[in-house]
């Protein structure tokens, strides 16, 4: 299958910059399951709605990327299209609101389940740049037509 061409408008990123939010939020949510805090699922999935309705230049837990790749001295590698990544962040955000109504509605099992999924998920992508939802985004029956446009 070939790959997607994207207008030299769509802001292109560094992928590193995304596995490190990834990172984070994937300990943020590993807190939120040993602490039982669904609040920090709450801002999780805040933080990547925000990113994925308004780009990824506002996710914050990105943030650190730029000055680990200064003091590591780290060169660019190749550059990304960011929405794919966008619509990642969209799942992970629908998926979580999902787990705080489970939680929210007595079904902690399964709200909890649902949290630690995404937290495996985005700590993969963490260790090894594999990010799920970003080649879900590659299969055309899957893609919304507002991240086609």
Known sequence: MARRTFPPSIRRL???YMRTGA???AVILLIAILLRLPVLVVVDALLLGVSALLGTRFWLLCRPWPMIRKRMAA???RIEPEV???FSQAGATVLLGLAVVLVAVGADLAGWAVVAAVAIVQGIHALTGFSLGARLYELPWVVPG???A
Do not use: H, K, N
């Open 14 to 16: 560094d992928p590193r």
């Open 75 to 77: 060169p660019m590698v």
């Open 23 to 25: 990172g984070l939020s």
């Open 146 to 148: 507002i991240y086609t």
């Open 84 to 86: 794919p990544y966008r």
